[in-house]
């Protein structure tokens, strides 16, 4: 398994749609997680931290499934504001507890 | 406002010459970085410092070098060695937490080199 992988997608979805991205990971020790959203041409915003089961900010739902090794991102209810490549980060495997390992990302893309 | 820095914002190379892009941060992180983006593609790790007068290679550090003298500070020379360095090179910066749990990067908003 690659240590971080990710549907490169890209999705298209309808204004106001619900729409998940899953990302896995090979880390089994891994403790923390990210979602980063990039726009076109900028740098990486961190948008989630994740360090237990979940966590939920608004229309964002980040959800963590360590026995099967995955994370997932939820956006419901889609803004046109929301199309970005969505990053899925975990910490490196090689055993520092500060480098990270980017995803390539999934691009979203929400249309009216 | 506590951020990363990094200048210029566009930055042209010719043949054989040496050019050094700026990362300076103000958020008292002991960890900075260096990544490259290719378009389309994701970040690749050039160099990455725990802290200052020591740093280590990632995973495409060959024709690059960096330096770490102050702890707000991480320059990055791509070197006429480089042979491809047209990219997006992103600086980043994070906390290292005793407690052994991985902190978020912060990025500074980039560099666009072009070889001319």
């Known amino acids: 398994r690659k240590e971080v992988e990710q549907d490169p997608g890209p999705f298209n979805v309808p204004e106001g749609a619900t729409v998940a991205f899953n990302c896995t990971y090979s880390?089994?020790?891994?403790?923390?997680f990210f979602w980063y959203r990039q726009d076109c041409r900028k740098e990486p915003k961190l948008l989630m931290s994740?360090?237990?089961s979940g966590n939920e900010d608004g229309r964002f739902t980040a959800q963590l499934n360590r026995a099967s090794q995955y994370i997932s991102l939820l956006i419901r209810d889609s803004k046109l504001s929301d199309s970005a490549t969505y990053l899925c980060v975990v910490p490196n495997s090689g055993g520092s507890n500060y480098k990270l390992t980017f995803g390539k990302g999934t691009l979203l893309t929400v249309n009216p | 406002d506590g951020g990363i820095t990094q200048s210029p914002k566009y930055l042209f190379r010719k043949e054989g010459q040496n050019v050094t892009l700026s990362c300076e941060q103000n958020l008292n992180h002991d960890a900075m970085y260096w990544y490259r983006q290719d378009p389309g593609q994701g970040l690749r790790l050039i160099y990455y410092?725990?802290?200052?007068?020591?740093?280590q290679k990632g995973d495409i550090a060959e024709g690059y070098s960096v330096s770490r003298e102050k702890k707000e500070s991480f320059p990055l020379t791509v070197t006429s060695a480089q042979k491809n360095p047209t990219a997006f090179y992103l600086c980043a910066s994070s906390n290292i937490m005793l407690t052994g749990v991985n902190q978020p990067q912060h990025f500074g908003d980039g560099t666009r080199l072009s070889i001319l």
């Open positions: 880390n089994s020790a891994s403790q923390s």
């Open positions: 410092s725990q802290i200052v007068n020591d740093f």
């Open positions: 994740v360090y237990s």
